[in-house]
């Protein structure tokens, strides 16, 4: 069974920082993309940032030069580190793992984690 477990989440000052992490457990054999998603209350949910196995990545444009995207395949965990934090980024941000291939599905399924509050104050 494939479960995503982030942490990191919580209450910041403008242009303070946060460090998110999130680790895909289970009987893992790859996993392809791993990424962040935010979603504030009343909007939809967006892509922040997301990198690739070999380690592209690519980010929302608000967020590109202040967040860091980054991975262990080895720990298969992804980090997101947020600096220089604005009042706009307060969300739950979502852990995303794409095409999960386990010893029991070689086809690659999708997964998401629980979410994780981020709370910026002005």
């Known amino acids: 069974q494939v479960q995503l477990v982030e942490s990191g989440g919580g209450l910041a000052q403008a242009g303070g920082s946060l460090r998110l992490s999130c680790e895909v457990s289970?009987?893992?054999?790859?996993?392809?993309?791993m990424g962040w998603y935010r979603q504030a209350p009343g909007k939809q949910r967006e892509l922040v940032a997301i990198?690739?196995?070999?380690?592209?990545?690519n980010y929302k444009s608000s967020v590109e030069g202040r967040f860091t995207i980054s991975r262990d395949n080895a720990k298969n965990t992804v980090y997101l580190q947020m600096n220089n934090l604005e009042p706009e980024d307060t969300a739950v941000y979502y852990c995303?793992?794409?095409?999960?291939?386990?010893?029991?599905?070689?086809?690659?399924?999708?997964?998401w984690g629980q979410g994780t509050q981020v709370t910026v104050s002005s």
């Open positions: 995303n793992a794409r095409h999960v291939v386990t010893t029991g599905n070689s086809y690659g399924m999708e997964y």
């Open positions: 289970g009987s893992i054999t790859s996993i392809s993309g």
């Open positions: 990198i690739s196995s070999g380690g592209y990545a």
